[in-house]
């Protein structure tokens, strides 16, 4: 099969750029939280109304599924790929002073997927433009709620990526920016990309009494701080170093007063693994450790879980082929193999749980600027260099084409 040229990709997309550009700042003005985006979906609806997409819609979200249908190639073993951008923001305020900086107190799009939004429309209008000519079909999620709300899981209850067609997504890909890396690089890594992370509460409990005697009470407080000790020691004991996992317990409460022994203790915290199998264990371990000091000293403890989200696991067959079409659009050395995993977390982890696919992500610092001293993800300062958003729709885009042609890399 004759490959489409991807090098006009780059060009068309550049030729995108101000529609990008007022599209991401009308969603960066008005920042939307959680699963409920409305406003943000009505902006990229009426960017791409004049397009002929079949779209789908949920019940638990505001998201929706876009189908481009391909009109190249055989019915038989085609290929369904599936683009994913988020579109919600964060509840803190922005310090920018930008002059389309957010205009509500108290939200601000500080981890770019205003962005990421932008530059999924692209994609969707660059690879209309070649529909004709793709041998396979393109499901583009513009999701809500990836903030710690679980937008991409409640998306996929709905059905949203693989039953409203019946068709099931053969690799899946998203882009994340990163405001300090080089402009344009794009970075990506094989397995583990980014962890699980868990929210943890333990709750110690005795018997509160006076403070002079404490024979006469349960005192819950010298077993939370063996509790958080031990946790320590057990990640360093009972976990490989190459298969590394965090706790933090980051918040302790108990008592009221300097002489009064208090009935409970409360420990709050994090635990993040890269692994499945460590995130199981990390569960597992904790509640024997836990369990078991507390007895030892006549009470109980008990562990609760809030799930966050899985282990963000990138199949080595998508980064390959992200590599080689980054060379192709961009050049040979704007791909960057990521040396190792970071420890923050992604719900796009459950989009990769369906599908093999990659997330990568794409350096916006501004050209000339210091990438490693500017303001990262989440602060309130936080920039994003415009001029990297065509790059983004053309890589998106370039997945997809290249993954619909030939699949995998060999
Ligand atoms: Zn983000």
Not at 110 to 131: E, I, Y
Not at 137 to 162: K, S, T, W, Y
Not at 190 to 212: F, K, N, P, T
Request: proline share 7%; glycine share 10%.
């Amino acid at each position: 099969m004759a490959t489409l040229p991807m090098d006009t990709l780059l060009t068309q997309a550049q030729s995108l750029s101000g529609a990008l550009t007022t599209l991401r700042r009308a969603i960066h003005e008005e920042p939307e939280l959680g699963l409920h985006t409305p406003r943000t979906m009505a902006k990229v609806r009426a960017a791409l109304a004049h397009l002929p997409l079949e779209w789908r819609e949920g019940t638990s979200t505001t998201g929706a599924v876009a189908l481009l249908r391909g009109g190249a190639g055989p019915m038989e073993g085609r290929r369904t790929v599936l683009l994913r951008g988020d579109m919600d923001a964060l509840p803190m305020g922005e310090k920018t002073g930008l002059p389309y900086a957010s205009a509500i107190a108290g939200r601000m799009h500080a981890c770019g997927h205003d962005a990421h939004t932008a530059m999924l429309t692209g994609a969707v209008q660059l690879l209309s433009a070649r529909a004709e000519s793709l041998p396979g079909d393109v499901l583009f999620m513009f999701q809500p709620g990836e903030e710690g709300h679980h937008g991409a899981r409640f998306m996929i209850e709905d059905g949203l990526i693989d039953k409203v067609w019946g068709l099931t997504p053969d690799a899946a890909f998203a882009l994340h920016v990163m405001p300090n890396a080089p402009h344009g690089q794009v970075q990506g890594r094989a397995g583990a990309l980014m962890a699980s992370a868990d929210q943890i509460e333990i709750l110690v409990s005795g018997a509160g009494g006076h403070a002079s005697m404490p024979h006469h009470a349960a005192d819950p407080i010298p077993v939370a701080c063996e509790i958080v000790s031990a946790i320590q020691t057990m990640v360093t004991r009972q976990f490989d170093a190459h298969d590394p996992v965090v706790i933090t317990i980051a918040k302790i409460e108990a008592g009221s007063a300097h002489n009064v022994i208090p009935d409970t203790a409360h420990l709050r915290g994090t635990m993040r693994s890269l692994s499945p199998g460590a995130r199981a264990a990390l569960r597992e371990k904790l509640t024997r450790l836990i369990e078991h000091i507390a007895a030892a000293h006549g009470m109980k403890a008990r562990l609760t879980v809030h799930p966050g989200f899985p282990v963000t696991l990138c199949d080595p067959r998508a980064v390959a082929l992200a590599e080689r079409v980054s060379d192709t659009l961009f050049g040979p050395d704007m791909f960057h193999t990521l040396p190792a995993p970071i420890m923050g977390a992604e719900d796009f982890s459950y989009v990769l749980e369906r599908a093999p696919g990659a997330m990568l992500f794409l350096g916006v610092a501004h050209e000339g600027v210091d990438a490693a001293s500017a303001k990262g993800i989440h602060s309130p300062r936080m920039l994003v260099d415009e001029a990297a958003l065509p790059r983004g729709s053309a890589l998106l885009a370039g997945l997809a084409q290249r993954f619909l042609e030939s699949g995998f890399p060999a």
